[in-house]
């Protein structure tokens, strides 16, 4: 069976108007090709390197098949149906399987092996194809009305199949160069990342269900405390980890058992709680929304049924309320994943190290040898919680 065979039965009907975001977004790749720098070459990590266009980086054939390819995608959004839009899928998997491989020519034409320092980046223009490329993914995915499991998994194999591609042919390539100088410093820090965020998003969690819980119970509490979890959105990330620092660093020094628990003005002990106090909003508001919005009908049929109060609860309201609290715990996630990154300016380590680091360096492969490992988790957490919030949905994939 082939891939379009297991995929569902889109929902679509015939239409004899071209998808005008298809189009669109073919004409800006198509723009981004040949308007802008494919990627840049640098004899060493000190030199700004210098850019090189389509022609140079892919010779004819490369760019007339890149724009073949572009002009292809187009083409079939101007008649949009399912079997059209199916190859259009395809199209939009084939260019981001073969951009790796595009990198690769370019290195053969563009470094000179007498210079073993050199160094090729990726310029403006792959990332403005990959970036259109990924919301053409989300377009066809709509249009053909598949799951968000099915993203997933295709970004899932391109990503084997370019990891594949690094690690084995493009060690000319600088982000490659920057990852296997610090390869276990970077596996470091994405650990630090992962578990900081896994506890932050935990503990808020559990207190933004305990919170919504007892606004449910009093009402006047509600307003109070959406205000000061309102509040505590308007301030800056940075401004309230600097915020943070001095009353810590006055409790770990006059309190000994927080000094013994390793409370101190900077490290985890900050992050940990700007993270929770930011991620608290969305997580009240969700539970207490999804809590609210039971149909009175259903608990009244339970109640009949001889339900006890606790019963109706765990076995009526939860399970209903469960897609939307779960659509809680995704933006929390997400949320937390990147405001995490600021947290190393604090001294708690994580990806931000790398951001920062490069950032003070003038390197920007350092830069993205840390925002690319963030940008990643991210989707991965967005695409795994949404899949499960809509196999939870009343309704959803069987």
């Known amino acids: 069976m082939s891939l379009l065979d297991a995929l569902p039965t889109p929902r679509l009907e015939r239409g004899s108007y071209p998808n005008v975001v298809l189009v669109s977004l073919s004409a800006v790749m198509l723009a981004a090709i040949w308007g802008l720098d494919a990627v840049s070459m ?27 390819l572009v002009l292809a995608l187009g083409t079939l959004a101007f008649r949009p149906n399912p079997t059209n839009y199916s190859a259009a899928l395809g199209v939009v998997v084939l260019i981001l399987a073969l951009m790796p491989f595009g990198l690769m020519v370019a290195g053969h034409f563009l470094i000179d092996p007498a210079l073993p320092q050199a160094r090729l980046g990726i310029g403006a223009g792959y990332w403005v194809v990959l970036f259109v490329l990924l919301l053409c993914l989300i377009e066809l995915r709509l249009r053909l009305a598949l799951t968000r499991l099915w993203p997933m998994l295709i970004l899932a194999g391109v990503g084997l199949l370019w990891w594949l591609c690094a690690w084995l042919w493009l060690g000319d390539l600088a982000l490659v160069q920057e ?37 449910r119970r009093y009402a006047r509490l509600q307003k109070g405390a ?3 979890l309102n509040f505590l ?6 401004a309230l980890f600097g915020l943070l620092l001095a ?20 490290g985890n002990t900050p992050a940990l709680i700007a993270l929770v106090a930011y991620s608290l909003l969305p997580m009240v508001r969700n539970t207490y929304i999804a ?5 009175a009908d259903t608990l009244e049929a339970a109640s009949a049924m001889g339900m006890r109060a606790s019963q109706r609860f765990w ?29 190393a300016l604090i001294g708690a380590g994580g990806l931000g190290t790398f951001i920062f680091q490069g950032l003070g360096q003038a390197a920007m492969d350092m830069v993205l040898l840390g925002a690319l490992p963030i940008l990643i988790l991210a989707l991965m957490v ?17």
Request: proline share 6%; hydrophobic share 55%.
């Open 226 to 228: 959406f205000a000061v």
């Open 42 to 68: 640098a004899p060493n990590r000190i030199v700004q390197g210098a850019g090189a266009g389509v022609m140079e980086a892919l010779g004819w054939p490369g760019a007339l098949l890149a724009s073949l």
């Open 291 to 295: 809590l609210e919005e039971v149909s």
């Open 233 to 238: 959105q308007t301030i800056p990330s940075l």
């Open 382 to 398: 967005d695409a795994a919680l949404s899949a499960l919030t809509e196999v939870l949905r009343p309704g959803g994939v069987q």
């Open 315 to 343: 076995q009526v309201r939860l399970p209903l309320a469960l897609p939307v609290l779960l659509e809680g715990v995704r933006i929390t996630t997400v949320q937390a994943i990147g405001l995490t990154a600021v947290a």
């Open 247 to 266: 009353p810590l660093a006055w409790l770990s020094a006059n309190v000994p058992v927080l000094a013994e628990l390793g409370v101190s003005g900077i």
């Open 179 to 215: 990852y296997r100088a610090r390869d276990q410093q970077l596996i470091r820090a994405v650990g630090q990342h992962v578990v900081l965020v896994g506890v932050a998003v935990s503990i808020s969690v559990v207190l933004g269900t305990l919170l919504a819980l007892l606004m």
